[in-house]
């Protein structure tokens, strides 16, 4: 697996950590809310639990939501 070294210290994380963010980013900047934000965040990120309301993605494309879910996998290739 491909590393990167991060600039504040000596922790290795891999790149797929960049694309998650990504992804993250993409469903708030089309629905203004976080993907996994409930009362329960931490359990919705660790079970990747995060659903697409069409109230909150009224404008997304259908290949937009499919690459989110795309990005949004446990062990990525």
Not at 65 to 74: E, G, P
């Amino acid at each position: 697996m491909k590393y990167v070294r991060r600039m504040s210290g000596n922790i290795l994380i891999h790149y797929t950590t960049n694309v998650w963010s990504i992804g993250v980013t993409l469903c708030i900047l089309l629905s203004g809310l976080s993907p996994f934000l409930d009362e329960q965040t931490y359990g919705n990120i660790i079970n990747i639990d995060f659903n697409f309301h069409e109230s909150q993605f009224p404008y997304a494309f259908q290949s937009v939501k499919i690459l989110i879910q795309t990005i949004f996998v446990r062990e990525p290739k």
